[in-house]
């Protein structure tokens, strides 16, 4: 087969320095792969046609593209399995790629519809008053970068390492270049071509580069982002470029890291933190044959559990079935190449001159089949290899601690990881460990008994969390939910007037412009409402009769509502008040509407405070205004209301916002 780029609208064969690519296992040829592509056209293109096209849709419409493109990848995913094992990995490795891909771009899509704005400006944080009257106001908002985000894949999750990236420039609405690693291109290409012929993705939106990139990263600028996932040396190589360098050109990096696994100091043989640790590192050290940027490299183990760990280990990773990727009853296949072997060879050749090479076996000769290889290095504290080179591939090193201080130092020699996991049942052990190597990871996992049946795993990013990690690791984080969309929007303060920011947050802002209008809001459908529209309520006395009718039929009987004398003692209060969720009910009694209409449910309420007390014979009254709209369903959206109740002397009392479910249509 020829593995193919996608620019400017079109497949293109390869080209120009070609090279053959061949199965891992087998070492029969995939095809050929090679690139010579005009990239200044393909930023032009993405730039003019994609980034225009993304930037006229708001997030919801990114977000629901991505939502169906993840059915559409869901239905042929298949085709993808079918190629799988020509990386050398089986089905169920396979799974973490393909499905785990899919399975991100989902989340994406939902957390696009759900935390962001139905809009093209994503408001971050609070309002900040500048001027003392409220006139001038400042807020940070993100927009998309304007122009184009390069994405360089690993080898070892061509599927997935391209979706979990896309999902986020795509729903910031910034168009993308996809450059695959080449030994896996074939895979990321078959499901970068499903994409296309899924018709879901506006023109210029993306682009894949199957081969060389070229002189495609001296051509970027200012406005473009290269977010890059590989080896150290690699990135080190491509963060001086002289032209990103000069250009200021966003760089995420996510590099290979010398991962650390702690079993704790309680979690002694038999007990179920001890055996949920040898499971995960068996786990990390054979899925995917190690090729895993999270698998557990160094492990850390209290001195006296150490013949016990290496005992289980040994005599598991001798009883697992090596061999043909396509056989289900495999269950570690191969390296994705023989390079990646002779790579691995040679590291574990430097790892043996300083460290017992505890365990290795035979495997099949042919292909990229490489042994399990466990160490034991008993002067790790005095650093060494194990903390430097990372032999990317079925390979860790154990080592042994006395208390928490030298584990902690353990993890700290890697120099910065993705991930460390800690196997405890002690609270106050994980605590220390965290607050201690917290600086020096990504991410922290902690299992034991009470978390085992429903953790993800050591090695298992998420993207709803951080998927990065200081120092080695590259210093950039990938993933993280919107934080990770983040990377490609700009974030921007903006000072002026409530009735400017209004109009360019599409959200109200207190101090800006209102409207009112009949009939009552509450009879209108979701899309005759109008940002700023607002209802006045009428006065309602509040009586000493009402605070203890509510006081006795809630059973909040609190002495501040109840006896005079110790509410008067209490700094906060004049005497007996009257209670705060009395006075949201008797709001909520001067505002609704008894009538059936397009109000459909109240869901929430956010920001609630309390400003001023409401002593007996005192009255309030309600300002309600539609604050915020965003849609939800294909019959309903959400409309958040700033409520604000004043009392007679027009002093504000309390404030919330309050969310309501409101159909599109009577």
């Not at 994406?108 to 006139?135: C, F, H, N, T, W």
């Not at 298992?460 to 490609?488: D, N």
């Not at 209008?517 to 009402?546: A, C, M, V």
């Not at 004398?565 to 009910?585: D, M, Q, T």
Request: with cysteine.
């Amino acid at each position: 087969m020829n593995i193919e780029s996608y620019a400017l609208e079109e497949w293109h064969s390869p080209q120009g320095d070609t090279k053959t690519l061949y199965a891992s296992a087998t070492g029969s040829p995939i095809g050929i792969i090679g690139s010579s592509l005009d990239t200044k056209k393909m930023i032009h293109h993405a730039k003019t046609v994609g980034g225009e096209n993304l930037r006229q849709m708001g997030f919801h419409e990114r977000a629901k593209i991505l939502k169906a493109l993840a059915n559409y990848l869901s239905d042929r995913k298949e085709e993808l399995y079918e190629l799988n094992p020509l990386t050398g990995a089986t089905r169920k490795d396979g799974w973490i790629d393909i499905d785990g891909g899919i399975g991100t771009v989902r989340v994406y899509a939902s957390k696009g519809r759900k935390e962001m704005p139905d809009g093209k400006v994503y408001v971050d944080g609070a309002i900040e008053q500048l001027s003392r009257k409220g006139s001038f106001l400042g807020q940070h908002i993100h927009v998309p970068k304007q122009g184009v985000a390069v994405h360089i894949n690993a080898f070892n999750f061509p599927v997935w390492g391209m979706l979990e990236k896309l999902s986020q420039s795509f729903l910031a609405g910034m168009p993308t270049i996809i450059k695959p690693a080449s030994d896996t291109a074939y895979l990321a290409e078959a499901c970068f071509r499903i994409m296309i012929e899924s018709n879901l993705l506006p023109k210029g939106s993306v682009q894949f580069i199957a081969g060389g990139t070229g002189s495609l990263l001296n051509q970027l600028s200012v406005q473009d982002v290269v977010s890059f996932t590989g080896s150290k040396k690699t990135a080190e190589l491509l963060k001086s470029y002289t032209n990103l360098i000069e250009n200021s050109v966003k760089f995420i990096s996510e590099q290979d890291s010398l991962n650390a696994s702690i079993l704790g100091l309680d979690a002694k043989l038999g007990s179920p933190e001890f055996d949920l640790f040898i499971k995960e590192a068996l786990s990390e050290i054979t899925t995917k044959a190690g090729q895993k940027c999270t698998a557990m490299r160094r492990l850390i183990i209290p001195s006296h559990s150490f013949r016990d760990v290496s005992e289980a280990l040994k005599e598991n990773l001798s009883n697992i079935e090596i061999g043909d990727p396509h056989d289900t009853e495999t269950e570690m296949g191969s390296l994705v190449s023989k390079n990646q072997k002779r790579e691995i060879l040679d590291i574990t050749e430097k790892m043996s001159a300083e460290n017992e090479l505890i365990f290795r076996r035979e495997v099949p000769n042919e292909g990229a089949f490489i042994s399990p290889h466990l160490y034991h290095c008993k002067t790790a504290l005095e650093g060494g290899i194990v903390h430097d080179i990372e032999a990317f591939g079925p390979v860790a090193t154990l080592m042994t601690y006395e208390g928490q201080e030298e584990a902690s130092k353990l993890v700290k020699l890697g120099g910065g990881s993705l991930v460390s996991s800690i196997f405890t049942a002690d609270s106050q052990f994980a605590t220390e460990i965290v607050t201690d190597v917290a600086a020096w990871n990504g991410r922290i996992y902690i299992n034991n008994r009470d978390s085992c049946d429903e953790a993800t795993g050591h090695g298992s990013p998420l993207p709803h969390l951080t998927h990065g990690g200081p120092g080695r690791a590259g210093g950039g984080e990938e993933q993280g939910g919107i934080r990770g969309v983040k990377h490609y929007m700009q974030r921007t303060s903006i000072q002026g007037s409530p009735e400017i920011l209004t109009k360019i947050r599409n959200q109200w802002v207190p101090g800006a412009k209102t409207y009112i209008k009949k009939p009552h809001p509450f009879s209108q459908s979701f899309d005759e409402l109008s940002i700023g529209e607002t209802l006045w309520t009428n006065y309602r006395t509040i009586s000493l009769d009402d605070i203890e009718h509510f006081a006795n039929f809630t059973g909040d009987t609190f002495y501040a509502h109840m006896n005079e004398e110790a509410a008067k003692a209490n700094p906060f209060f004049p005497g007996r008040v009257a209670h705060g969720y009395l006075l949201l009910s008797f709001a909520a009694g001067l505002f609704v509407l008894a009538d059936e209409g397009p109000v459909l449910a109240n869901t929430g309420i956010e920001h609630l405070s309390f400003q001023k007390p409401v002593a007996p014979n005192d009255k309030i009254k309600v300002r309600l205004t539609v604050g915020r709209k965003t849609k939800r369903t294909d019959t309903y959206g959400e409309v958040k209301w700033d409520v604000v109740i004043f009392n007679q002397n027009d002093e504000q009392v309390a404030e919330y916002g309050l969310l309501t479910m409101v159909k599109y249509e009577h």
